[in-house]
């Protein structure tokens, strides 16, 4: 296996008419892949203000079949959610993700509600997430594997809700790079990210498009209008785990 | 994947002949162009990105080494193993190493057009693995035993009632009185079948659309969510991609995104964009325990430095087969391999050499609609002249048309003489066709003419035309 | 300014109609108009076909056939795409005759891009009767941006409604050598243009390239389509009343 390295990179450099890379040369590389500068940002994504942010990304995922719900507050996501199930006719049954951010969500208040904490079983129809920030600029939900947030939660149940508070939503799919790198120390990225957009769709049969192919048929942002409802529990909580 | 590349002639008269094959590509020849065009309008940058993309792929292949090297140590450092293969075998031997480290039974795959290429599914069969596809298209073709017609949309060359006779022949535990007419039905009946599959699956391989050096990460851009639970679920995902898939940074892979759903299906973002990194962390509730790439070079290494190194920039999002005419009258099987449209009749030959692929570069017309749809900027029917330049240099075309293209060369290089023979036969074909002002049939001209008519030439050459006005 | 005129192989054996109604207009727009005798093609066929040494053999002689003028106009996108973007690329590796290419490329235009964007000619006087439809050929709108030039020419011909085709930006199926090579995909192409052009109700089909209109024409005619297709040089010379159109006996 080695050998094949050695003859792949040789073949390299000898198509590129080089030996191996000098060292001035491989400092700059280097310096260029630390430094992980930002190209283009699209204007669209240039939104600044935090309303703006907001609207855009309910508008844009809302384009792509995600249904947006936006609440007060934390408190309120119970009978959001209980609501959210009986209107699409599903059972009252939820899978959420062992997540700090969710613990002050006040289930109680819907005792009807059936929950379960952890990662998704085979026969778990509907999950609740949190997520890791809210991108703007395509309607795109970020989230990160994690103790707290199994992935399996994202994709296997038919419906996937997902609890988004205002001050996560950021504009540029680049906004969410810094956050993930901010919230995890170097070299240390969780083990997926998932940027998710709209529910799961195929167009392989004559191009019709069907929602739920294999992931979920239905996303379901709940938006948490409260500003620090779920002050960074995760962030705090994730950094303290990591070893520095 | 065996190529059938030679049959090329045969393979289009059979495409075009092919009524629910036409009737597919009509859909696809309007769908794509017009949801690609509706997207780009709506991204006032995408021009720029799409010489932001160029650049990012042109500076990586040039330091190909330096960032493959940085991805391995990266890949390394996150609990992941790197699997060099020079050659397809070498690429089948450790996917099949590995599986039978784990004792693999069931193997589920995301889409992968390396896989393709080097024949993994026969090869895992052969050694009693029956890998499981999940894409939806690749699902289909798979119980059809058809290879992929589209880079991104494997089944785009079937009709539904294909799709439903497919599913009534081999999903035979369900009710065979069952109704299967809408896509609706096939596609829930697909997503409860291979849900098993899913959970049992020991090991899981995908493709990558990148891999980023920066993080040693592969990413999958894909819209079912199959690629997600093919390498969560099972306790060892394995990556296969080939080298120039990486990338430096993740601020790259995001320029190369915001590219790439457009080009290929006008969407703006595809459903699911997945950054994996390595096996599952302390703690985690689910992911895989092991994580394997597969790097594959099998020729790219070579095209390096020369005249097919653009094609290197490809981000398969097959934007120019969407919009080139020429597949679209044929379709993918057509070109005989895993690749097809413009970038397979230029990738093609420089993987598995132009006596067998020379048919593909040739199938054009150079109308440059590819070109202009490519979002890396890929000079595509420049480099299909340049196979041809080499076709010519070997004598590999056909004799009737080397010798007849000499031919007319060395009169247009005589100016008097090339004069005098196009007044004559403006003179004859003028006075032959000129009753009607066209000819039904022509002699030597039969490729025309079995299909046109020949509009006759007006009597006299312009050249002669002129001289007797100047006088 | 002194122009001097790429007939094109095809025009001077098909079709001379067109290079005396680019005379006409370049002549009109105020140029005098001189032709070369010691031209013959732009070398596009052996270009295409990878056969490199006869297309530098020939593009070296249109070099010596059209020094010394301001500017060579063609009645073709493909033939000045040939002049403007490959000749240069031909002779990358031999500085004398890059510099040649180089002399000649800034110099050499398409007929209606050189009306309109050399020339600034905004209108013509022809007068014209006709529902028509444009298809644009391929080399002319991808190699030289040639899109709104024509359309602008088109708009100011009196009698004239121009209904956008659909498509028309899709390739016809010529390609030169391609549709004698691969004859059968060739003529799929066709078809599916000459259902777009049927479909717009249009009476006449024009375009810029005369091997798109002979294999356009030869499409309708097989299909006994009552449409009228023409270069656009000769609707913009208002000669359409002097010649008959493509693959209708001659008159006068």
């Keep these: 296996m080695s050998d094949a390295r050695e003859r792949i990179l040789a073949g390299i450099r000898s198509s590129l008419g080089r030996g191996s890379v000098d060292a001035d040369a491989k400092a700059q590389l280097r310096a260029r892949v630390a430094t992980h500068r930002r190209n283009q940002i699209p204007a669209r994504a240039m939104v600044l203000d935090e309303a703006g942010r907001v609207d855009l990304f309910v508008a844009m995922a809302e384009e792509v079949q995600a249904t947006v719900a936006r609440v007060p507050s934390l408190a309120s996501v119970p009978e959001a959610v209980a609501h959210y199930l009986a209107t699409e006719n599903l059972p009252a049954e939820l899978v959420v993700a062992p997540d700090q951010n969710l613990d002050a969500v006040p289930w109680g208040v819907r005792p009807l509600l059936q929950i379960h904490r952890g990662r998704a079983r085979a026969e778990d129809k509907a999950s609740l997430t949190s997520c890791h920030a809210a991108i703007a600029e395509t309607g795109t939900l970020m989230l990160m594997s994690g103790r707290h947030s199994p992935t399996t939660l994202n994709f296997l149940p038919d419906t996937h809700i997902v609890v988004v508070r205002r001050d996560q939503v950021v504009a540029a799919y680049e906004d969410g790079l810094d956050r993930l790198r901010a919230n995890n120390a170097p070299g240390k990225l969780p083990r997926v990210v998932n940027f998710i957009t709209g529910p799961s769709r195929t167009a392989d049969i004559e191009q019709h498009i069907e929602l739920g192919a294999h992931g979920p048929r239905r996303l379901h942002i709940v938006l948490v209008e409260e500003p620090e409802a779920m002050r960074s529990v995760e962030d705090d909580g994730q950094r303290g785990e990591l070893a520095q | ?471 | 300014m002194r122009v001097a005129l790429f007939v094109t192989c095809l025009v001077d054996l098909f079709r001379p109609t067109v290079g005396f109604a680019a005379v006409k207009l370049l002549e009109e727009a105020g140029c005098t108009v001189e032709v070369p005798r010691a031209q013959t093609c732009c070398g596009q066929p052996a270009y295409n076909s990878g056969d490199r040494a006869d297309a530098k053999a020939i593009a070296m002689q249109v070099f010596d056939a059209f020094a010394g003028y301001d500017h060579v106009v063609a009645p073709s996108g493909s033939c000045a795409g040939m002049l403007r973007l490959h000749y240069p690329e031909l002779f990358a590796d031999d500085p004398v005759n890059l510099a040649r290419a180089q002399a000649l490329a800034p110099h050499s235009w398409e007929l209606s891009s050189f009306l309109v964007d050399v020339c600034g000619i905004e209108k013509v006087t022809a007068q014209w009767d006709r529902v028509v439809t444009y298809h644009d050929a391929c080399s002319g709108l991808r190699e030289l941006g040639i899109k709104s030039q024509p359309r602008q020419l088109l708009a100011s011909v009196a009698g004239l409604r121009l209904k956008e085709l659909p498509g028309a930006e899709v390739c016809c199926g010529f390609g030169g050598t391609f549709c004698v090579k691969y004859p059968e995909i060739s003529d799929k192409m066709v078809t599916d243009k000459e259902a777009d052009i049927v479909a717009t109700g249009a009476e006449a089909v024009l375009s810029g390239d005369l091997g798109c209109l002979l294999n356009i024409a030869g499409k309708l005619f097989r299909h006994g389509r009552r449409i009228e297709v023409r270069h656009i040089a000769e609707v913009l010379a208002g000669v359409t009343a002097d010649v008959a159109p493509i693959g209708l006996p001659r008159s006068g």
């Design chain 2, 1 to 471: 994947m065996l190529a059938a590349s030679r049959d090329f002639m045969a393979n289009a008269r059979a495409g075009l002949a092919n009524e629910n094959l036409q009737r597919a590509l009509g859909r696809a020849r309007t769908g794509f162009p017009l949801r690609r065009h509706l997207a780009v309008e709506r991204l006032p940058e995408f021009e720029e990105l799409r010489e932001a993309g160029r650049s990012i792929k042109d500076h990586t292949l040039e330091y190909l080494d330096f960032y493959l090297e940085h991805y391995e140590s990266n890949v390394v450092a996150s609990g992941g193993k790197v699997h060099w293969a020079g050659t397809p075998a070498e690429a089948c031997a450790a996917v099949l190493q590995v599986c039978r480290s784990v004792g693999a039974k069931v193997v589920t795959k995301g889409k992968s057009m390396v896989a393709e290429e080097v024949g993994l599914n026969d090869f895992l069969d052969a050694n009693g693995i029956n890998p499981v596809e999940t894409d939806l298209g690749e699902y289909i073709i798979q119980l059809r035993h058809e290879p992929p017609s589209h880079i991104i949309a494997p089944a785009i060359h079937l009709v539904k009632e294909q799709v439903a006779d497919t599913f009534r022949a081999e999903h035979r535990s369900l009710d065979p009185d069952r109704s299967l007419v809408e896509p609706r039905q096939m596609c829930d009946e697909a997503r409860a079948v291979l849900r098993p599959r899913f959970l049992a699956a020991d090991v899981g391989i995908t493709g990558a659309n990148f891999l980023v050096a920066e993080t040693g990460s592969s990413i999958i851009v894909t819209n079912e969510g199959n690629g997600d639970l093919t390498q969560t679920l099972p306790r060892v995902h394995i990556v296969m991609a080939s080298i120039e898939k990486v990338v430096p940074t993740l601020e790259d892979a995001a320029t190369l995104l915001r590219l790439l759903a457009r080009s290929a299906t006008g969407q703006e973002f595809s459903s699911y964009t997945t950054i994996s990194t390595g096996p599952r962390r302390p703690g985690d509730l689910d992911g895989p325990e092991q994580y394997h790439v597969v790097l594959l070079d099998n020729g790219r290494s070579a095209l390096l430095g020369g005249d097919f190194q653009d094609m290197l920039r490809c981000i398969r999002c097959a934007a120019c087969m969407n919009h080139c005419p020429v597949y679209s009258a044929v379709g993918g099987h057509a070109y005989g391999w895993v690749y097809p449209g413009p970038m397979g009749a230029v990738l093609t030959p420089s993987l598995i050499g132009v006596e067998q692929a020379g048919h593909l570069p040739n199938a054009s017309t150079f109308c440059g609609r590819c070109e202009s749809v490519c979002p890396v900027k890929i000079p595509l029917p420049k480099m299909m002249r340049h196979w041809r330049e080499r076709e010519y240099a070997r004598k590999l075309s056909p004799p009737v048309y080397r010798t007849g293209l000499a031919l007319w060369a060395w009169v247009a290089r005589r100016p008097a003489l090339y004069h005098a023979l196009t007044g004559l036969a403006s003179r004859v074909l003028g006075w032959a066709g000129g009753y009607r002002g066209r000819f039904r049939s022509l002699p030597l001209a039969n490729g025309w003419t079995k299909a046109r008519d020949m509009p006759a030439p007006e009597g006299r050459t312009f050249h002669r035309l002129w001289t007797e006005r100047s006088r």
